[in-house]
Protein backbone atom coordinates (compact mmCIF):
# COMPACT_ATOMS: atom_id res chain seq x y z
CA UNK A 1 0.00 0.00 0.00
CA UNK A 2 2.50 2.66 0.77
CA UNK A 3 4.32 1.93 -2.76
CA UNK A 4 1.27 3.13 -4.33
CA UNK A 5 0.65 6.11 -2.30
CA UNK A 6 4.42 6.92 -2.92
CA UNK A 7 4.01 6.65 -6.63
CA UNK A 8 0.90 8.27 -6.49
CA UNK A 9 2.49 11.31 -5.12
CA UNK A 10 5.53 10.65 -7.15
CA UNK A 11 3.23 11.45 -10.32
CA UNK A 12 1.23 14.02 -8.94
CA UNK A 13 4.93 16.10 -8.33
CA UNK A 14 6.03 15.08 -12.11
CA UNK A 15 2.19 16.38 -13.30
CA UNK A 16 2.85 19.58 -11.28
CA UNK A 17 6.41 20.62 -11.83
CA UNK A 18 7.14 23.31 -12.67
CA UNK A 19 3.79 24.97 -13.38
CA UNK A 20 2.50 24.42 -9.82
CA UNK A 21 5.50 24.66 -7.94
CA UNK A 22 3.61 24.38 -4.39
CA UNK A 23 1.61 21.49 -5.64
CA UNK A 24 4.67 20.00 -6.90
CA UNK A 25 6.87 20.33 -3.67
CA UNK A 26 3.95 18.98 -1.31
CA UNK A 27 3.48 16.07 -3.71
CA UNK A 28 7.56 15.39 -3.49
CA UNK A 29 7.61 15.72 0.30
CA UNK A 30 4.29 12.91 0.69
CA UNK A 31 6.48 10.89 -2.00
CA UNK A 32 9.49 11.45 0.55
CA UNK A 33 8.05 10.97 4.11
CA UNK A 34 7.12 7.31 2.52
CA UNK A 35 10.41 6.55 0.85
CA UNK A 36 13.55 9.22 1.75
CA UNK A 37 15.28 6.94 -0.35
CA UNK A 38 13.55 7.55 -3.79
CA UNK A 39 15.45 8.81 -6.63
CA UNK A 40 13.30 10.54 -8.75
CA UNK A 41 11.54 11.87 -5.37
CA UNK A 42 15.38 13.26 -4.92
CA UNK A 43 15.95 14.21 -8.05
CA UNK A 44 12.88 16.57 -8.51
CA UNK A 45 13.09 17.81 -5.50
CA UNK A 46 16.56 19.01 -6.50
CA UNK A 47 15.62 20.47 -9.38
CA UNK A 48 13.10 22.21 -7.58
CA UNK A 49 15.85 23.64 -5.08
CA UNK A 50 18.29 24.36 -8.14
CA UNK A 51 16.33 25.88 -11.23
CA UNK A 52 13.30 27.03 -8.96
CA UNK A 53 14.92 28.70 -5.78
CA UNK A 54 18.31 29.04 -6.51
CA UNK A 55 19.56 27.36 -3.36
CA UNK A 56 22.42 25.40 -5.41
CA UNK A 57 23.45 23.63 -1.65
CA UNK A 58 20.27 22.52 -1.05
CA UNK A 59 19.92 20.70 -4.47
CA UNK A 60 23.52 19.60 -4.26
CA UNK A 61 22.48 17.30 -1.22
CA UNK A 62 19.48 16.41 -3.20
CA UNK A 63 21.78 15.04 -5.79
CA UNK A 64 24.15 13.41 -3.57
CA UNK A 65 21.19 11.58 -1.95
CA UNK A 66 19.78 10.69 -4.91
CA UNK A 67 23.23 9.64 -6.10
CA UNK A 68 24.24 7.56 -3.13
CA UNK A 69 20.65 5.63 -3.24
CA UNK A 70 21.07 4.10 -6.67
CA UNK A 71 23.91 5.22 -9.11
CA UNK A 72 22.39 3.28 -12.28
CA UNK A 73 19.44 6.11 -12.76
CA UNK A 74 21.14 8.12 -15.44
CA UNK A 75 18.23 11.32 -15.75
CA UNK A 76 19.98 12.75 -12.71
CA UNK A 77 23.83 12.78 -13.91
CA UNK A 78 22.81 15.97 -16.19
CA UNK A 79 21.52 18.00 -14.39
CA UNK A 80 23.62 17.42 -11.30
CA UNK A 81 26.35 18.03 -13.97
CA UNK A 82 24.99 21.42 -14.85
CA UNK A 83 24.45 22.42 -11.28
CA UNK A 84 28.49 21.58 -10.40
CA UNK A 85 29.22 23.87 -13.54
CA UNK A 86 27.04 26.56 -12.68
CA UNK A 87 28.40 26.33 -8.87
CA UNK A 88 32.40 26.31 -10.12
CA UNK A 89 33.15 22.82 -8.65
CA UNK A 90 34.59 21.94 -12.12
CA UNK A 91 36.79 18.87 -10.57
CA UNK A 92 33.93 16.97 -9.15
CA UNK A 93 31.60 17.99 -12.94
CA UNK A 94 34.70 16.23 -14.43
CA UNK A 95 34.77 13.22 -12.20
CA UNK A 96 31.06 12.73 -12.22
CA UNK A 97 31.28 13.40 -16.51
CA UNK A 98 33.44 10.56 -16.41
CA UNK A 99 31.86 8.11 -14.30
CA UNK A 100 28.49 8.93 -15.72
CA UNK A 101 29.91 7.83 -18.64
CA UNK A 102 29.95 3.91 -17.68
CA UNK A 103 26.37 4.36 -16.62
CA UNK A 104 24.30 2.19 -18.62
CA UNK A 105 21.73 3.51 -20.47
CA UNK A 106 23.26 6.62 -20.21
CA UNK A 107 22.20 9.71 -22.67
CA UNK A 108 25.51 9.82 -24.29
CA UNK A 109 24.86 13.03 -26.01
CA UNK A 110 23.78 14.71 -22.94
CA UNK A 111 26.76 13.78 -21.59
CA UNK A 112 28.89 15.19 -24.32
CA UNK A 113 27.22 18.18 -23.93
CA UNK A 114 27.50 18.23 -20.35
CA UNK A 115 31.36 17.73 -21.12
CA UNK A 116 31.48 20.55 -23.96
CA UNK A 117 29.91 23.27 -21.06
CA UNK A 118 32.33 22.16 -19.15
CA UNK A 119 34.88 23.05 -21.38
CA UNK A 120 33.34 26.02 -22.68
CA UNK A 121 32.97 26.91 -18.96
CA UNK A 122 37.15 26.93 -18.51
CA UNK A 123 37.35 28.65 -21.22
CA UNK A 124 38.67 25.38 -23.25
CA UNK A 125 37.07 26.44 -26.68
CA UNK A 126 38.66 24.20 -29.11
CA UNK A 127 38.20 21.16 -26.70
CA UNK A 128 34.63 22.04 -26.30
CA UNK A 129 33.95 22.08 -30.20
CA UNK A 130 35.13 18.98 -30.42
CA UNK A 131 33.12 17.55 -27.92
CA UNK A 132 30.32 19.11 -28.90
CA UNK A 133 30.42 18.17 -32.30
CA UNK A 134 30.48 14.66 -31.36
CA UNK A 135 27.28 15.58 -29.29
CA UNK A 136 25.72 16.07 -32.39
CA UNK A 137 26.73 12.72 -33.93
CA UNK A 138 25.08 11.32 -30.59
CA UNK A 139 22.23 12.74 -30.97
CA UNK A 140 18.91 11.01 -31.58
CA UNK A 141 16.61 13.69 -32.30
CA UNK A 142 16.58 17.21 -34.72
CA UNK A 143 15.95 19.25 -31.23
CA UNK A 144 18.85 18.51 -29.22
CA UNK A 145 20.85 18.92 -32.51
CA UNK A 146 20.27 22.39 -32.93
CA UNK A 147 20.29 23.01 -29.36
CA UNK A 148 24.06 21.97 -29.56
CA UNK A 149 24.57 23.84 -33.17
CA UNK A 150 23.57 27.29 -30.91
CA UNK A 151 26.17 26.27 -27.99
CA UNK A 152 28.47 24.90 -30.50
CA UNK A 153 28.07 28.96 -32.59
CA UNK A 154 28.71 30.86 -28.93
CA UNK A 155 32.04 28.39 -28.10
CA UNK A 156 33.11 29.79 -31.77
CA UNK A 157 32.45 33.15 -31.17
CA UNK A 158 34.55 33.06 -27.70
CA UNK A 159 37.07 31.29 -29.13
CA UNK A 160 37.45 34.30 -31.78
CA UNK A 161 37.40 36.64 -29.38
CA UNK A 162 39.76 34.64 -26.83
CA UNK A 163 42.16 34.19 -30.10
CA UNK A 164 41.70 38.29 -31.00
CA UNK A 165 42.88 38.52 -27.47
CA UNK A 166 45.83 37.02 -27.57
CA UNK A 167 47.00 38.52 -30.54
CA UNK A 168 46.73 41.63 -29.04
CA UNK A 169 48.67 40.74 -26.07
CA UNK A 170 51.37 39.00 -28.23
CA UNK A 171 51.55 42.43 -30.60
CA UNK A 172 52.01 44.51 -27.12
CA UNK A 173 54.92 41.93 -25.93
CA UNK A 174 56.84 42.46 -29.14
CA UNK A 175 56.57 46.08 -29.31
CA UNK A 176 57.72 46.23 -25.48
CA UNK A 177 60.55 43.94 -26.61
CA UNK A 178 61.18 46.66 -29.62
CA UNK A 179 61.15 49.40 -27.88
CA UNK A 180 63.72 48.21 -24.93
CA UNK A 181 65.83 46.45 -27.64
CA UNK A 182 65.77 50.51 -29.53
CA UNK A 183 66.34 51.60 -25.87
CA UNK A 184 69.24 49.22 -25.29
CA UNK A 185 70.62 50.09 -28.33
CA UNK A 186 70.29 53.59 -27.70
CA UNK A 187 71.84 53.41 -24.37
CA UNK A 188 74.66 51.07 -25.17
CA UNK A 189 75.49 53.78 -28.21
CA UNK A 190 75.70 56.56 -25.55
CA UNK A 191 77.68 54.68 -23.15
CA UNK A 192 80.49 53.75 -25.95
CA UNK A 193 80.76 57.55 -26.92
CA UNK A 194 81.32 58.65 -23.13
Not at 62 to 90: K, Q
Not at 108 to 121: D, F, H, P, V
Not at 126 to 131: I, L, P, Q, R, S
Request: charged share 30%; net charge negative; proline share 2%.
Amino acid sequence: MENNLHNIHLFRAIEAYPWELERAVEALNYALSYDPENVKALHLMAKVHYEQLGDNETAKKYFETALASRLNIPDVYPDYIRLLINNHDFKEAQRLIDFAKTVKGIDRASIALTQGQLYESIAKYEDAEKVLKDAKQLALNDDFISFVDTVLSRVKKKRKIQANENRIIENQVKKEAETEVKNSWFQNRLNNLL
